[in-house]
Nanobody, 122 residues
């Protein structure tokens, strides 16, 4: 079974930076789409950034120019570099992966990590 494990969350002051990582495991051969979503307290989960295996990216307008999503396909790992963080970036950040080919099966469904909390506060 495919598993996603995030790391890198924490407390940071406004204007600071954090880097999130998410590693996928489970006899994976290829992952078409990997990325990040977030959910602030009392709000719905929203897209932050996604990146296809071909290099196409999609960012939420609120993070463009501040966040960068990248991948290491050999390691089945996706990263989110977050700069110029604002208090409104405070949320639980979830890793997402979809359209996954493993040695034994193809999964078109979404897989999610358990989430990592990012708090931006002075």
């Amino acid at each position: 079974q495919v598993q996603l494990v995030e790391s890198g969350g924490g407390l940071v002051q406004p204007g600071g930076s954090l880097r999130l990582s998410c590693a996928a495991s489970g006899s994976i051969l290829t992952i078409d789409v990997m990325g990040w979503y977030r959910q602030a307290s009392g709000k719905e989960r929203e897209l932050v950034a996604i990146l296809t295996s071909g290099g196409t990216t999609n960012y939420a307008d609120s993070v463009k120019g501040r966040f960068t999503c990248s991948r290491d396909n050999a390691k089945n790992t996706v990263y989110l570099q977050m700069n110029s963080l604002k208090p409104e970036d405070t949320a639980v950040y979830y890793c997402n992966a979809r359209r996954i080919q493993t040695r034994t099966a193809y999964y078109g469904m979404d897989f999610w990590g358990k989430g990592t909390l990012v708090t931006v506060s002075s």
